[in-house]
């Protein structure tokens, strides 16, 4: 008699938590599709001609030129075969040229991305260590001076304007006391590292050079400092709520009873039953920080997406706003995805819903 096999539960194509995950990327694709079409409708609603909007009034008055890019992106046919036509475009890593650095969107962007990420990354990795710790404090010391204390400090950090807080920042450490670089991401002296993958820091790793990564780390400091300020406070707040909501729940009860000790129950209890909801102010900050750099990154001479940004904007960079737009938007639902994948794997009663 032959002997069946049997598939694991979890590996199961019916298994709960892979059925939550595929109608979740489904969700995402559909968002996706959504996010292509209002970028290409921005080409249709350009006031006046969008061939003269993409290509520049010089470029424009070159008949051959016109009819090369009509021919390229199908201008001359129905709008739902240009919209097929730009998909199949960006498919190929075709974003159009930028008029500002005249060169494809696409490679600008390969470029001010990484610079983007490795800044913000480090602002969500210091805001989650120090918001969690403040908010865990606050939470199992509510109501004594130590909750006060870091509830005023939390308030601070969100009052204080980004922009204000960066210029003297940098008018501080860097100006006044010299204990900080100045703009970019590395010194004139030092050349980036080989490119794996765009953060300086983590390619100058892979490559095994310590200088140009201890320059690339103390470049980020200031950067990170004030993206991070905001964050931190406004994780230390959600952080407290949320532990003071779990720390009165019947299992974290009985966790104590057990005489478990105080950062057993506060990491296998509290945290974890918490995760949840920090999880996802986690998920919409670190999108905000990737999308919202453009005044941090002005101040500091930083080459990431805002500035990238800001300069498409200010020289009416048809292209270049609408590749920084789909990339934003990508963004957001790769966050959301992952912040999405996390939920079914920490609580089974999402995947189950």
Same mark, same amino acid.
């Given at each position: 008699?032959?002997?069946?096999?049997?598939?694991? @539960?979890?590996?199961?194509?019916?298994? *709960?938590?892979v059925?939550?995950?595929?109608?979740?990327?489904g969700?995402?694709?559909?968002?996706? =599709?959504?996010?292509?079409? &209002?970028?290409?409708?921005?080409?249709?609603?350009?006031?006046?001609?969008?061939?003269?909007?993409?290509?520049?009034?010089? /470029?424009?008055?070159?008949?051959?030129?016109v009819? /090369?890019?009509?021919?390229?992106?199908?201008?001359?046919?129905?709008?739902?075969?240009? #919209?097929?036509?730009?998909?199949?475009?960006?498919?190929q890593? !075709?974003?159009?040229?930028? $008029?500002?650095?005249?060169?494809?969107?696409? !490679?600008?962007?390969?470029?001010?991305?990484?610079?983007t &990420?490795?800044?913000?990354?480090?602002?969500?990795i210091?805001?989650? /260590?120090?918001?969690?710790?403040?908010?865990?404090?606050?939470?199992?010391? @509510?109501?004594?001076?130590t909750?006060?204390?870091?509830?005023?400090?939390?308030?601070?950090?969100?009052?204080?304007?980004?922009?204000?807080l960066?210029?003297?920042?940098?008018?501080?450490?860097?100006?006044?006391?010299?204990? /900080?670089?100045?703009?970019g991401?590395?010194?004139?002296?030092?050349?980036?590292? *080989?490119?794996?993958? %765009?953060? #300086?820091? &983590? !390619?100058?790793?892979?490559?095994?050079?310590?200088? =140009?990564?201890?320059?690339?780390?103390?470049?980020?400091?200031?950067?990170?400092?004030?993206l991070?300020?905001?964050?931190?406070?406004?994780?230390t707040?959600f952080? @407290?709520?949320s532990?003071?909501? &779990? $720390? !009165?729940?019947?299992?974290?009860?009985? %966790?104590?009873?057990?005489?478990?000790?105080?950062?057993?129950?506060?990491?296998?209890?509290?945290?974890?039953?918490?995760?949840?909801?920090?999880?996802?102010?986690?998920?919409l900050a670190?999108?905000?920080? +990737?999308?919202?750099?453009?005044?941090?990154?002005?101040?500091?001479?930083?080459?990431?997406?805002?500035?990238?940004?800001?300069e498409?904007?200010?020289?009416?960079? +048809?292209p270049?706003?609408?590749?920084?737009?789909?990339?934003?938007?990508?963004? #957001?639902?790769?966050?959301?995805?992952?912040?999405?994948?996390?939920?079914?794997?920490?609580?089974?009663?999402?995947? +189950?819903?």
């Amino acid at each position: 008699m032959a002997s069946s096999i049997t598939v694991p @539960r979890r590996y199961s194509a019916r298994s *709960p938590l892979v059925g939550y995950l595929l109608r979740r990327l489904g969700t995402s694709i559909l968002l996706l =599709i959504g996010v292509t079409v &209002v970028t290409f409708a921005l080409t249709n609603l350009v006031p006046g001609n969008p061939v003269a909007a993409a290509l520049g009034e010089g /470029a424009a008055s070159n008949p051959a030129t016109v009819a /090369a890019y009509v021919e390229k992106y199908g201008l001359d046919q129905p709008l739902p075969l240009q #919209y097929l036509t730009y998909v199949g475009n960006l498919f190929q890593g !075709d974003m159009g040229t930028s $008029l500002h650095t005249r060169q494809p969107v696409a !490679d600008d962007l390969l470029k001010a991305v990484p610079a983007t &990420v490795e800044v913000a990354l480090g602002a969500i990795i210091v805001s989650l /260590a120090v918001g969690t710790a403040l908010g865990s404090l606050a939470a199992y010391r @509510r109501g004594k001076i130590t909750d006060q204390v870091v509830r005023v400090v939390s308030l601070i950090g969100l009052s204080i304007p980004t922009f204000w807080l960066a210029l003297t920042s940098f008018y501080i450490f860097f100006l006044q006391l010299r204990i /900080a670089p100045g703009s970019g991401r590395l010194s004139p002296i030092y050349t980036p590292p *080989p490119t794996v993958t %765009g953060l #300086y820091t &983590v !390619d100058a790793l892979l490559a095994g050079q310590w200088d =140009i990564f201890f320059d690339a780390m103390a470049h980020l400091m200031l950067p990170v400092f004030v993206l991070s300020l905001f964050t931190i406070g406004l994780l230390t707040r959600f952080v @407290r709520t949320s532990v003071l909501e &779990v $720390l !009165d729940a019947d299992y974290v009860r009985a %966790g104590r009873a057990k005489g478990l000790s105080g950062s057993r129950v506060l990491f296998g209890y509290v945290l974890r039953g918490a995760s949840l909801p920090i999880l996802t102010i986690v998920g919409l900050a670190f999108g905000s920080l +990737l999308s919202g750099t453009v005044l941090v990154e002005a101040v500091f001479a930083w080459p990431g997406l805002g500035t990238y940004a800001y300069e498409s904007a200010t020289s009416l960079d +048809l292209p270049g706003i609408m590749g920084v737009g789909l990339v934003v938007g990508v963004i #957001y639902l790769g966050i959301n995805f992952i912040v999405d994948m996390l939920y079914g794997v920490l609580d089974p009663r999402v995947r +189950l819903a």
